[in-house]
């Protein structure tokens, strides 16, 4: 009665003089029926398909850590910090660790370390929005290495990061005359937008998704030409690693976008990951 009431808006002060009890005692039975409510309203047993991201949270505490379910689509818990040891402590007292099959979040290497120590049985599923994310970083740092001054040309980079699907003509037009003078680069930026292509197919099936697979995963390089035998070398390092650490493409909607770029700690560091333009992925477009 006391807990309702005061979640109602009646003050402390005005409630304990109605009841005949002193505002500490309002308050310390109103935090025990949040407890209590809380407790209904949250499962003790981690969701089995979770997702994990980090925000914002003030200037005094930093960021903090949200766990969803994205199975029901709710809220899991909110946890204070970001970094391994801020959250180990949870994680260990968390209860049905054994039962997550599915972890959905972006790259960064302290959420990995985590997932694989406490949720053993679970697959990492790097967030959709992530992944793209990162084709682009890497696409950019190998346009910087091939043509320096270029890539300093604010408009062609406003170019270059967008959809081919999302240029208007005269601006299709104008990427395809600069890129004419570049054919190395024309050639990797191509792949880069049939890589993005494939990566924006969503709601697809597991056997829809397994045809898809081969197109990303096993680049060809009977086509390499010679110049670019070292940048193909990267290409197939860097998805051996994905491949490696159980790192997927994500099924699920990408749970928020990122302002500024995030730590994409456990990737390899060159600007020629995009280099590897002869994969299986064909002309039909």
């Known amino acids: 009665m006391i807990f309702r009431q005061h979640l109602d808006g009646i003050n402390r002060s005005r409630l304990g003089r109605r009841e005949g009890i002193c505002a500490a ?57 970001r970094s391994e040891l801020s959250l180990q402590a949870y994680f260990q007292k968390a209860e049905g660790k054994a039962e997550v099959r599915l ?86 930026c191509r792949f880069k937008q049939r890589l993005c292509n494939l990566l924006l197919n969503k709601h697809r099936t597991r056997k829809q998704c397994q045809h898809l697979v081969p197109r990303v995963s096993e680049p060809s390089t009977s086509c390499v030409r010679p110049g670019w035998l070292n940048w193909s070398s990267s290409a197939r390092l860097s998805l051996s690693l994905v491949r490696r650490d159980r790192i997927y493409v994500a099924i699920y909607p990408q749970q928020r976008h990122h302002r500024r770029l995030p730590q994409q700690n456990g990737a390899p560091s060159t600007g020629k990951l995009m280099a590897s333009a002869t994969s299986k992925i064909t002309d039909s477009e």
């Not at 039975?29 to 969701?47: A, V």
């Not at 001054?149 to 037009?173: F, V, Y």
């Open 103 to 188: 972890v959905c979040m972006d790259l960064a290497s302290n959420y990995r370390s985590l997932v694989r120590l406490h949720f053993p049985n679970a697959r990492i599923v790097a967030d959709r929005f992530h992944v793209i994310r990162l084709i682009n970083h890497h696409f950019l740092a190998c346009w910087r290495d091939i043509d320096g001054i270029g890539a300093k040309n604010r408009g062609l980079l406003s170019l270059m990061r967008r959809h081919r699907h999302n240029l208007r003509a005269d601006q299709q037009l104008r990427l395809a005359a600069y890129l004419a003078e570049h054919p190395v680069l024309e050639t990797i």
């Open 25 to 81: 005692t309002v308050e310390r039975y109103f935090q025990r029926g949040l407890g209590r409510q809380f407790g209904e309203w949250h499962s003790r047993r981690c969701p089995q398909v979770l997702g994990i991201d980090e925000h914002f949270f003030t200037r005094r505490n930093g960021d903090a850590t949200t766990l969803c379910d994205l199975r029901n689509h709710k809220i899991y818990d909110v946890v204070l910090g």
